[in-house]
Nanobody, 125 residues
Framework: QVQLAESGGGSVQTGGSLRLSCTIS????????MGWFRQAPGREREGVGF???????NYPDSVKGRFTISKDNANNILYLQMNSLKPEDTAMYYC???????????????????WGQGTQVTVSS
């Protein structure tokens, strides 16, 4: 059974940085994509970074240049480095896996079928 566990959330001021971690168990990331999503109260869930098993990444314009997704294959951990944080980045952040499917789809945020419990990120002005 695939399990994802996020950590690293917290409260920071505008301009600060955080690194989120997602510990992956029961799954070896050899196909499909992993990704980070976020959801703020009253807003739709939004993808903020995707990485294919072969290393290609994709980001929405809202975080491009500020967020970096990466993976540690040896330890089966997914990361999201977040720099230059803004109050509008405040949300619950979720790690997710799309273990099957077409890369062009999962790199666009579709087909994710396994989710973690989330970690809260709060950015104050």
């Amino acid at each position: 059974q695939v399990q994802l566990a996020e950590s690293g959330g917290g409260s920071v001021q505008t301009g600060g940085s955080l690194r989120l971690s997602c510990t992956i168990s029961g799954y070896t990331f050899t196909s499909g994509c992993m990704g980070w999503f976020r959801q703020a109260p009253g807003r739709e869930r939004e993808g903020v970074g995707f990485i294919a098993s072969y290393g290609v990444t994709n980001y929405p314009d809202s975080v491009k240049g500020r967020f970096t997704i990466s993976k540690d294959n040896a330890n089966n951990i997914l990361y999201l480095q977040m720099n230059s944080l803004k109050p509008e980045d405040t949300a619950m952040y979720y790690c997710a896996a799309a273990s099957t499917g077409v890369y062009i789809a999962c790199l666009a945020g579709r087909g994710f079928n396994v989710w973690g419990q989330g970690t809260q990120v709060t950015v104050s002005s």
